[in-house]
T-cell receptor, first 109, second 112 residues
Framework: GIQVEQSPPDLILQEGANSTLRCNFS?????LQWFHQNPWGQLINLFY?????KQNGRLSATTVATERYSLLYISSSQTTDSGVYFC???????????WGLGTSLGVNP | SQTIHQWPATLVQPVGSPLSLECTVE??????LYWYRQAAGRGLQLLFY??????ISSEVPQNLSASRPQDRQFILSSKKLLLSDSGFYLC???????????FGPGTRLTVT
């Protein structure tokens, strides 16, 4: 089955710093998504990005399907960016998401 | 706009007691519905998904069951809870014509 690997597993930043989170996948990408889980557990959709680049404020994402990876960029990090970032993509029948184990991000003031 | 509700937010139950967690979606019809569990640590484990009323796919054989009695209602149940059932349970929905999944606020279950 499809394997999804995220790196780094943990990251600590000072407020204002930039960071890049990576998601590698073992098969042809299918409807990749990025999520943020805040410290209270709420999972929020960040990007639906099967290919190309998207930006939303300080966050942007790029998926290079032919090379089987996606990147999430966080610029000028804020303490509210803390939490766990997940990437996930669908298995072949487009019914079930396959999840990475996440990157835990802590932003210090 | 669409909204998803889960309740209760937190639950503490003794071993051997029954469980019923409810999830409802508003503002859409015929959604795909999902139950996930997140144990200590980070990984999300898909438990069940449903593409329509009465249609349930089970991903992990275990002590839990799911039902979809109405189009926008998804229920997670257990007859007798185990300690290993503790965790954070998340419900999600997806439009049948799209791919993005949207999550409810979750239920933190502690089995004592």
């Amino acid at each position: 089955g499809i394997q999804v690997e995220q790196s780094p597993p943990d990251l600590i930043l000072q407020e204002g710093a930039n960071s890049t989170l990576r998601c590698n996948f073992s098969d042809s990408v299918n409807n990749l998504q990025w999520f943020h889980q805040n410290p209270w557990g709420q999972l929020i959709n960040l990007f639906y990005i099967p290919s190309g680049t998207k930006q939303n404020g300080r966050l942007s994402a790029t998926t290079v399907a032919t090379e089987r990876y996606s990147l999430l960029y966080i610029s000028s990090s804020q303490t509210t960016d803390s939490g766990v970032y997940f990437c996930a993509l669908y298995a072949g029948n487009n019914r079930k998401l396959i999840w990475g184990l996440g990157t835990s991000l802590g932003v210090n003031p | 706009s669409q909204t998803i509700h889960q309740w209760p937010a937190t639950l503490v139950q003794p071993v051997g007691s029954p469980l019923s967690l409810e999830c409802t979606v508003e503002g859409t019809s015929n959604p795909n519905l999902y139950w996930y569990r997140q144990a200590a640590g980070r990984g999300l484990q898909l438990l069940f998904y449903s593409v329509g009323i009465g249609q349930i796919s089970s991903e992990v054989p275990q002590n839990l069951s799911a039902s979809r009695p109405q189009d926008r209602q998804f229920i997670l149940s257990s007859k007798k809870l185990l300690l290993s059932d503790s965790g954070f349970y998340l419900c999600a929905w997806r439009d049948d014509r799209g791919y993005e999944q949207y999550f409810g606020p979750g239920t933190r279950l502690t089995v004592t």
